[in-house]
């Protein structure tokens, strides 16, 4: 520290005496304390970094909470590291950073006898080191003048907030709740008023009620679906457990003292406190059903009497439960943080959206029995997010697939993460099943799969379905009925990102395949499944210049950058994930293959931020180059990942920017995920030790000297020696002993293939 920053705390503590406690560790967790719930809130541009933000919540919380410095949109998050001022605590339910927000509210608090309702007038200057950022508990100090602060403490359960305001002495104190604000929206339907809430004081239960119909996809095409989830509200229900002095109604800067209701946008209600009360909490049920399921949320989660204190260690504990089961060995403090930082990530998607038993679906516009959840990702996660839930949250996972029937049931289609290619939800059930799963509706699972894999969308001929394409149908397959399904590919003068979505669509059937094969379903179909898994990644290998290319519905090529989704053809040749053997003979057999892999690491094409590069270090060690693998893998996570606010590179994806880290630290990663496969890398540490939940004794990994030797000369599991860079699910997922013997120097172990 340098005397200038000793110089300037001290000074700030003159001028403001922090009081937030300097930690929130209770129960002890050595692996909650290493969260740096930081990570990721940074970056050039806003989708450069993470898109994360320092939230409090439970695992899977269904709302999550957050100092508020931005108004959150598509592309903006709510809270940003280097922001001056808080303008509230914010319940959100935005995924991610290149989603929006839905049925958000926001607590704000304030003193003075003017109240401040507005985002660019409510505003209280805070300095980042009084902040205590944990996953269940939040502290900051809030300035209010004259040296004087508000102490802020947020922490929560999945559906409530609990916030605890600690005033000056002599301001008069409020709390307002923010139901409505204004919008990005440039074309709203004339016949709708948008964002439209409401809000509803009640002096007597000392409760503030709410509503607000703001919907992320409305902002994607708000006159397409601006009836099909007509009733979506955010419902909230917030009480007090002081009393009311005053309340009242703002709305975009103008105050009705003594108004009891209000309705429409840039709305808040608020309370007033006697003058000297000291400290104020509230607690916020928040709802997608009703305000009296808000209120049963309150009562059911954090019922009257219960401290912030105790909700701060339920939620510590929750997490504590998951994250304790991992220990490393031989990791540094920052590996530690980056380590745990993306465990925390990785488990809060996809989130819950069911309470009391019952969710809203938007699909159908009513509410269901069951259980719910939102957030997948797929595009991304399938790829390695949904192979770590399916080993840290086995619990969740059927309920997850359930969720996805449903949506099935109630919209006629699995769930796809709506702007992007592919019906990854094949392999999300296909993994599920190969590795044992079961507690779900699997005849249905099978018919809401197969139909992703033979039913095209509307209108297929004369529809592009590019990139948001307003007033279209359900993009599923587009493109299944135009060529695919006869020659092999997509065609690019039909559809958008043709190539991508013929190997997207590939290896779905691939997934499909693998799914009637377990399900035993008839030779024609499993056979017809698995024809077209092999045969159309290979309409698009161009022979003449080795890459993977774009083609017209006539045959002809396209060109080389045509047709592609978050990524070219140098990342796109690598994938064919399962079917490796037939894309190293394409390209010319393992040498050749290599070359390729060294031609595309060192001419710069490898781009970890996105996710279709994720598992091209892994088919070195298919090609009987495992070292390089092992290379490549210590690089990529040394390049992408550390402890700051930049430390991943790219979007945290729900989950699947971190999953690839943790699995490359363990030594292995899900390359073909519907294989039950895992292909051999490089183990970061000396010892990690895994209690997966539900197995009688853990995975322990040792690979001592793991930290200088990144190259493995042997590996044994259980005592049997492995010769092939894979391990199997089976191998791992029952606990046991993954013993790696490293080295300094590349070896032949795994393969040895020559690049030259
Ligand atoms: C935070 O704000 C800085 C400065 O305006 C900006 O460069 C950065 O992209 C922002 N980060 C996020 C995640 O929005
Ligand atoms: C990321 O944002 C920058 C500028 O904000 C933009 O130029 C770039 O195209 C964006 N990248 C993606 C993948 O959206
Ligand atoms: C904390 O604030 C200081 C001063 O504004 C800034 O230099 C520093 O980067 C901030 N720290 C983080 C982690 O954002
Ligand atoms: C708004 O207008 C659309 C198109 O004219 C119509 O289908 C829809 O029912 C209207 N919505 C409401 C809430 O009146
Ligand atoms: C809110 O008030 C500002 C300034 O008083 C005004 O410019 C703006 O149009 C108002 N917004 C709405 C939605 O009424
Ligand atoms: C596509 O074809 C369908 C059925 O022939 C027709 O109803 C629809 O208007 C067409 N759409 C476009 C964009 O041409
Ligand atoms: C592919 O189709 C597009 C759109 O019809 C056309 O402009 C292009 O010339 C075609 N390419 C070839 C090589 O035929
Ligand atoms: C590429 O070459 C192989 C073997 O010579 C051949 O079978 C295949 O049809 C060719 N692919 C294309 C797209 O021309
Ligand atoms: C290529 O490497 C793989 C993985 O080591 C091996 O199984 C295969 O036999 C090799 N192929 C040839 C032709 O040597």
Not at 392 to 399: D, I, K, Q, Y
Not at 465 to 470: G, H, P
Request: aromatic share 12%; with cysteine.
């Amino acid at each position: 520290m340098s005397k200038l920053s000793a110089f300037l705390i001290l000074f700030l503590g003159l001028v403001s005496a922090s009081r937030c406690p300097s930690s929130f560790s209770i129960p002890r967790s050595d692996a909650v304390d290493h969260v740096n719930a930081l990570i990721g809130n940074g970056g050039d541009t806003p989708n450069g970094s993470g898109g994360m933000i320092p939230s409090t919540a439970p695992p899977f919380a269904m709302t999550r909470w957050v100092a508020q410095t931005h108004e959150n949109y598509v592309s903006v998050t709510p809270y940003n590291h280097t922001a001056k001022a808080i303008h509230g605590f914010q319940g959100t339910h935005q995924p991610a950073i290149w989603m929006g927000e839905s049925g958000q509210v926001v607590v704000v608090p304030g003193t003075g006898q003017q109240i401040k309702s507005r985002f660019d007038e409510r505003g209280l200057v805070f300095s980042n080191a009084t902040e205590v950022i944990t996953p269940s508990y939040y502290c900051v100090d809030l300035q209010v003048g004259n040296g004087e602060v508000i102490l802020a403490e947020q922490s929560a359960t999945s559906r409530v907030g609990h916030l605890r305001f600690t005033f000056p002495p002599k301001a008069p104190p409020y709390v307002l709740l923010e139901a409505t604000r204004p919008t990005a929206l440039t074309s709203i339907p004339t016949n709708i008023t948008y964002p439209l809430g409401s809000v509803a004081i009640d002096p007597a239960r000392r409760e503030i009620t709410g509503t607000n119909s703001e919907r992320q996809d409305w902002i994607i095409t708000p006159t397409s679906t601006a009836t099909s989830a007509g009733h979506f509200r955010g419902y909230f229900c917030a009480r007090f457990d002081t009393a009311f002095a005053a309340w009242g109604v703002a709305q975009n800067g103008s105050v009705r003292a003594g108004a009891d209701a209000g309705m429409g946008s840039l709305l808040s209600g608020y309370a007033r406190f006697a003058e000297g009360t000291r400290a104020v909490s509230v607690r916020v049920g928040v709802s997608f059903i009703s305000v009296d399921q808000a209120r049963r949320n309150l009562d059911a989660e954090i019922p009257d009497g219960v401290q912030l204190e105790e909700t701060a260690r339920r939620t510590r504990t929750a997490w504590a439960e998951k994250l304790d089961r991992v220990t490393l060995e031989g990791a540094t403090e920052e590996d530690k943080e980056v380590f745990y930082t993306a465990f925390f990530h990785s488990l809060q998607y996809p989130y819950e959206q069911d309470e009391g038993g019952h969710y809203y679906s938007g699909y159908d516009n009513t509410v269901h029995k069951g259980v719910s959840y939102t957030g997948y990702s797929i595009w991304d996660t399938f790829r390695a997010e949904w192979a770590w839930l399916i080993l840290f949250a086995p619990e969740r996972v059927p309920g997850m697939i359930t969720s996805m029937l449903q949506d099935y049931k109630e919209g006629g289609w699995l769930p796809m993460w709506k702007n992007i290619v592919g019906t990854h939800a094949d392999s999300l059930i296909a993994e599920a099943v190969i590795k044992g799963v079961d507690g779900f509706d699997m005849g249905l699972a099978w018919e809401a799969a197969y139909k992703d894999g033979t039913i095209p969308p509307d209108n297929d001929w004369n529809t592009s379905y590019s990139d948001r394409e307003e007033n279209v149908g359900y993009e599923v397959r587009a493109g299944l009925s135009s060529v695919y399904a006869e020659k092999g590919w997509v065609a690019d003068d039909v559809h958008s990102e043709s190539a991508s979505r013929t190997l997207d669509y590939a290896y779905d059937d691939y997934a499909l395949y693998r799914l009637a094969d377990a399900l035993g379903k008839s030779a024609d179909v499993v056979n017809a499944l698995r024809g077209r898994a092999m045969s159309a990644p290979f309409t698009l290998f161009n022979n003449a210049t080795g890459f993977m290319e774009a083609r017209n519905a006539s045959g002809a090529w396209a060109g080389a950058d045509a047709g592609w989704t978050e990524g070219d053809k140098w990342a796109y040749s690598f994938d064919v994930v399962h079917d490796v053997p037939a894309l190293v003979r394409h390209r010319g057999g393992n040498a050749s293959f290599v070359r390729s892999l060294d031609d595309h690491f060192d001419g710069g094409h490898n781009d970890h931020s996105n996710e279709p590069s994720h598992h091209i270090p892994y088919l070195y060690a298919l090609a009987g180059a495992a070292s390089k693998t092992q290379e490549r893998v210590r690089e990529i996570a040394k390049a992408n990942y550390n402890n700051t606010p930049t430390g991943l590179s790219g979007n945290e994806d729900c989950g699947q920017m971190s999953a690839w880290y943790m699995f490359s630290a363990l030594g292995f990663y899900p390359v073909n995920p519907v294989s039950g496969e895992y292909v051999v890398g490089s183990p970061f540490f000396d010892r990690i030790t895994l209690n997966l939940p539900g197995q009688a004794k853990p995975l322990t990994i040792t690979a001592e000297g793991a930290a200088s030797a990144r190259y493995v000369r042997a590996l044994t599991v259980n005592g049997q020696a492995v010769v092939w860079p894979i391990l199997r699910h089976e191998q791992i997922a029952a606990g046991g002993d993954v013993r790696f013997e490293m080295s300094d120097i590349p070896e032949t172990w795994g393969g040895v293939t020559e690049s030259l």
